[in-house]
């Protein structure tokens, strides 16, 4: 039973390029979150989908949007790269149930040049 | 705004030793409290714990939370060179979907 996968696991860019990271749910699992990591910092909450729309954001700029497919597998778009957006990047994934446990991919580690 | 302030920061202990790791909230409308651990990459889920006094155990680890005093604790006994890791604490406040993280105790076992 394959868990959260995400793809790439590392990626380099130079400001103000755009990235698109990947997210493949744990099987049966429907609802997807996006997690920004610092280094030294606990993940902060990006937004998250259920049934292909956009059902909570965090604290982040329009310059981060996101998309879900009808596979529940989920995109990270980030536009306009600044440095301050190097980070590891965790996707999570749930059922779409109140109060259930989300559980974290292996995150895409972004470096910014 | 709601906060999750976990202690200490970090700590070494000896193969052996029983260690106790502190998580506190200051939140709105507070659901469930979430213990994972982060030892290179993924965290992986510990517990949840939702209603106060009911202590959680999975072998060496336990924790229980205290929704007066508002904090939870994760015990680890008998620690092992493989509890090394970051240990976080995440809450679930109102009708957010969000899990709200705290900052993390690095915990270092060694021989």
């Known amino acids: 039973d394959a868990g959260v996968t995400q793809s790439p696991t590392h990626l380099i860019k130079t400001r103000g390029q755009q990235v698109t990271l990947r997210c493949s749910p744990k099987s049966g699992h429907d609802t997807v979150s996006w997690y920004q990591q610092a280094l030294g910092q606990g993940p902060q909450f990006i937004f998250q989908?259920?049934?292909?729309?956009?059902?909570q954001r965090g604290n982040f700029p329009d310059r981060f949007s996101g998309h879900q497919f009808p596979n529940y597998s989920s995109e990270l778009n980030v536009n306009a790269l600044l440095l301050g957006d190097s980070a590891l990047y965790l996707c999570?994934?749930?059922?779409?149930?109140?109060?259930?446990?989300?559980?974290f991919g292996d995150g895409t580690r972004l470096s910014i040049l | 705004e709601d906060k999750v302030v976990q202690s200490p920061l970090s700590l070494v202990v000896h193969e052996g030793d029983t260690v106790t790791l502190n998580c506190s909230y200051e939140?709105?409308?507070?659901?469930?409290l979430l213990w994972y651990k982060q030892e290179k990459k993924a965290p992986t889920f510990l517990f949840m714990l939702?209603?106060?006094?009911i202590e959680k155990k999975s072998g060496r680890l336990s924790s229980i939370l205290d929704k007066k005093e508002l904090f939870s604790i994760l015990n680890i006994t008998a620690t092992q060179t493989g509890d090394s890791a970051v240990y976080l604490c995440?809450?679930?406040?109102?009708?957010?979907?969000?899990?709200?993280f705290g900052t993390g105790t690095r915990l270092q076992v060694t021989l």
């Open positions: 999570a994934s749930s059922l779409g149930t109140p109060d259930q446990p989300q559980h």
């Open positions: 989908y259920y049934e292909e729309e956009e059902r």
């Open positions: 939140v709105t409308n507070f659901r469930s």
């Open positions: 939702t209603s106060s006094g």
């Open positions: 995440a809450v679930y406040t109102g009708t957010a979907s969000k899990l709200t």
